[in-house]
């Protein structure tokens, strides 16, 4: 038997103990009022005056010590305050307050990852500890198995990752970023409607999966005997909504890819995608600009953040370069327009990549900028102007047709945001979507569908309009110095254990 189950069997024999006095170990209400513990450490001065009065507070047991007739226990909840008093605080129980009865069947039955709830006075320590002296208790939740004693040791970090529930208990800096998180998404959110943004929901379940190139994940719905797709982009809706006469409209939800895991890709992740009718490009660019430096204020009181080795300002303007002219710069592509598929096929495997048959010019370009350029852009830079392939939901621009009004913007290496004027012309529309199903008989299986409702709907009329998209995951490991998704998604895809 390993120490785990034997460790687990004394604990079920404390289950019966409890069970032989008649005490439920799992019960549904507390039988006492409670204060949260940031908030009683907060005002522990005005509580511990000459004549106390007593309060209760509940949480896990995170250390118990002592011997003979007194007792010391932790006490965390996970409580937060203003003041940044932390949520763990000391319990002493002593046999002689408690009665003998009580103070043993404590003693004999608690264990250290054990929720319990304590009634007591509060006072002070001779060391000055904020301290509860244990007047009656409560058994919560009694734990059968031992909280682990080394997990920042962790040799498998993959364990922390499937055990996530684990790794927030033992591990503070996991827990404050999942709180930073929290905080940006209610920035992100605050700061759109502030603007006059409408947040919508649209479908997950859907008969195409369009709005970008990527692989969908398929599911089948029994009732209505048909095939559907879990959502790989939010665009498709959002801009029927612009015909629908709604302005300015955003999501931020779930999507779902079927495609590798690596630093900065989950098949499942948090997408915002937000539209604004009657605006362009420099409008939107000078709108993100002010968008970023807020979410970087979350984290940190001015708008510089720190990314591994490098300080980064959100402060405005932020620098822009012209997508050829980053091929240029960084992977020596000279006169893009004038090299064939062939010589930038050629290119790219000698930068270790291998293009599909199916990959046109301005795709592999892109593939070769994402490999080569977008790591020496650390901070904020637009990238702007892409071959008109690379985006099949763009506008065209009027003084050159084979590109459109796009750009991107590049923050430490990471691409932050993807924003274009939106193409609003069906024709064009139908056009882009027919090679798009040229490239799908070629094999690629990220191209987008012919999608005739969508199509159909722009024939009603869609108004010029801007839009951006947003990996809120990949803006947190930005905005927290992360450098893996993982650390970031609270419970992020796994293959399981055999």
């Not at 490098?310 to 592509?333: G, V, W």
């Not at 020496?376 to 830079?381: A, E, S, V």
């Not at 005739?452 to 722009?458: D, Q, S, T, V």
Request: aromatic share 10%.
């Amino acid at each position: 038997m390993s120490a785990g189950e034997e460790i687990r069997k004394e604990r079920i024999k404390k289950l019966e103990k409890l069970a032989e006095n008649k005490i439920n170990p799992y019960p549904a209400k507390v039988a006492f009022a409670l204060t949260e513990i940031a908030s009683a450490k907060l005002n522990f001065k005005k509580l511990a005056t000459k004549n106390p009065k007593p309060i209760g507070i509940a949480g896990r047991i995170l250390a118990k010590r002592g011997h003979g007739g007194i007792m010391f226990l932790d006490i965390f909840d996970g409580s937060n305050s203003l003041g940044g008093s932390t949520a763990k605080l000391q319990v002493f129980a002593a046999e002689d307050k408690m009665g003998k009865e009580n103070y043993s069947l404590l003693q004999e039955t608690i264990d250290v990852g054990d929720f319990v709830a304590v009634w007591g006075k509060p006072f002070y320590t001779k060391r000055k500890e904020p301290t509860i002296e244990a007047e009656k208790w409560q058994m919560l939740s009694k734990s059968l198995r031992p909280l682990p004693e080394k997990w920042h040791g962790l040799v498998d970090v993959e364990e922390r990752f499937r055990k996530r529930y684990l790794d927030i208990l033992m591990n503070g800096e996991v827990k404050e970023k999942a709180v930073v998180r929290s905080k940006i998404v209610s920035a992100l959110r605050s700061f759109l409607d502030s603007e006059g943004f409408l947040e919508v929901e649209t479908p997950v379940l859907q008969t195409l999966a369009g709005g970008t190139s990527a692989r969908p994940f398929k599911t089948h719905h029994n009732a209505l005997d048909i095939d559907l797709n879990l959502r790989i982009a939010l665009e498709i809706h959002l801009k029927q909504l612009l015909v629908g006469g709604l302005p300015k409209v955003y999501e931020m939800g779930r999507i779902f890819r079927n495609e590798g895991i690596d630093a900065t890709h989950n098949p499942e992740f948090t997408m915002l995608e937000a539209y604004a009718a009657y605006w362009d490009e420099e409008q939107l660019m000078k709108f993100i600009e002010k968008l970023t430096g807020e979410l970087a204020k979350t984290v940190s009181k001015n708008k510089a953040i720190v990314f591994g080795e490098n300080k980064i300002s959100f402060k405005p303007p932020f620098k822009r370069i012209n997508f050829f002219d980053a091929l240029e710069r960084y992977a020596m592509i000279m006169d893009y327009g004038k090299k064939s598929r062939d010589e930038i096929v050629t290119i790219a495997l000698r930068f270790g990549l291998n293009p599909e048959p199916h990959d046109s010019k301005g795709k592999i370009a892109d593939k070769i900028f994402a490999k080569v350029c977008r790591p020496k852009l650390i901070n904020p830079t637009f990238v702007m102007n892409y071959p008109v392939e690379i985006f099949p939901l763009a506008k065209r621009s009027e003084k050159n047709p084979g590109m459109v009004i796009a750009f991107q913007l590049i923050a430490g290496g990471i691409e932050l945001v993807k924003a274009f004027n939106e193409l609003n012309d069906p024709i064009d529309q139908r056009e882009r979507f027919k090679k798009e199903l040229e490239n799908k008989e070629k094999g690629d299986y990220e191209a987008q569908p012919m999608d005739e409702e969508f199509i159909e709907a722009l024939e009603y009329g869609m108004p010029p309009a801007a839009g951006f998209g947003i990996g809120i995951d990949r803006l947190v490991m930005l905005l927290t110095n992360t450098d893996n998704v993982k650390e970031i998604i609270l419970f992020p895809t796994m293959k399981p254990r055999q």
